[in-house]
């Protein structure tokens, strides 16, 4: 599984409300669009300086402004104090190992959730923070990387505001969590195809490879499970809630986004059970596949036993043997060892030995 690199280490000894990027650089330069809409229209321009943010929202409708890459730590220092937000805010957003968490500030609130995605080998899965502020009026995400994840959004509000536009800021907060949370069905769908595939190895010939395969799978569902489990605390702490920004018809869409929740838990819990018990199928079938090893041997070597005994009378080589003289004697001694391997296969057999 591919990580960002964390490096809180460097914050040691820093005044907390310090604003440090800790993550790995995910984009070239960090870019601003604002995406402003209300029942009538909606209209989308990149942002240069951010004083621009303040202008819009002043105006009526919902403002939504996305910030790509965190690296720029100055101009997201300045982005910040143009938004009123607070410096731990603004440094746990550059902290970038947050665990998904909802934390109220009265004007607004902050919002932390995990975005999961396909890494360039097709089975990495990636992780990517993404920071939701959301106030009165406007929305403001942060994200690591260029990921696109907010896209399908984007084009729901272009294309149709009117609908959207009805609604306030709080159910563009629920739309970007709900695709994210959606996402997560595509990244289990993947893992769901590897553990079955994996299975029918196991089955059929497991090897140190599989193995590995499995270790790693294993591994991935207990970062999973880390990174999605306190989204359910946050999810319902929302709809629970008595934050005057979240509104009584929003607090439905979140129960229902709250559902979905728990439908990824329950998937990440079932799937954490099946490598568990893929591990018990791997060991037992190498003590299996050892035992069949084991009675082959046996059955060899039982075989030999006798063979071995005629074989060392015949090589003590007395004087007065009464065979040693016999014509038929060697071909006779043959036909015995022959007799007797071919009576134990036979009896082996019908024991159901071999």
């Given at each position: 599984m591919v990580r960002p690199t964390q490096k809180r280490s460097r914050k040691a000894g820093l005044p907390p409300g310090t604003p440090m990027y800790i993550g790995e650089r995910k984009s070239e330069t960090t870019r601003l669009t604002l995406l402003h809409y209300d029942e009538h229209q909606a209209v989308e321009k990149p942002i240069e300086a951010v004083e621009e943010c303040q202008s819009f929202r002043e105006q009526p409708g919902v403002t939504w402004i996305n910030v790509t890459g965190l690296h720029e730590v100055e101009r997201l220092t300045q982005l910040g104090n143009t938004l009123g937000l607070h410096p731990l805010v603004l440094e746990d957003i550059l902290s970038t190992d947050q665990r998904p968490k909802s934390e109220d500030y009265g004007?607004?609130?902050y919002i932390v959730l995990k975005a999961l995605g396909h890494g360039d080998a097709g089975n990495e899965i990636t992780s990517e923070q993404i920071s939701l502020i959301l106030g009165r009026n406007f929305v403001v995400s942060f994200l690591e990387g260029d990921s696109g994840i907010f896209n399908v959004v984007k084009e729901?509000?272009?294309k149709n505001p009117?609908?959207?536009?009805?609604?306030g800021a709080d159910y563009l907060a629920y739309a970007l969590m709900d695709t994210t949370v959606d996402n997560y069905f595509t990244i289990f769908e993947n893992l769901g195809d590897r553990i079955e595939a994996l299975q029918e190895s196991l089955i059929a010939r497991p090897a140190p490879e599989t193995l590995r395969t499995l270790n790693n799978l294993k591994r991935e569902m207990l970062y999973l499970r880390k990174s999605v489990w306190p989204l359910r605390e946050v999810v319902s702490g929302?709809?629970?809630?008595?934050?005057?920004?979240?509104q009584k018809a929003t607090g439905l869409y979140l129960r229902d986004l709250y559902d979905h929740t728990i439908h990824v838990i329950d998937t990440i819990e079932t799937y954490r059970d099946?490598?568990?018990?893929?591990?018990d199928i791997y060991l037992s079938s190498l003590s299996i596949r050892l035992n069949e090893v084991m009675k082959v041997l046996t059955i060899i070597a039982t075989i030999f036993m006798p063979l071995s005994f005629i074989v060392g009378v015949y090589g003590m080589n007395f004087h007065y043997m009464p065979e040693l003289g016999w014509h038929w004697g060697y071909p006779a001694v043959l036909l015995a060892m022959a007799t007797i391997a071919g009576g134990m296969m036979l009896y082996f057999r019908r024991r159901k030995w071999i």
């Open positions: 004007e607004y609130l729901r509000i272009l009117a609908r959207i536009g009805k609604l929302l709809q629970r809630g008595d934050s005057p920004l979240i099946m490598l568990s018990g893929m591990l």
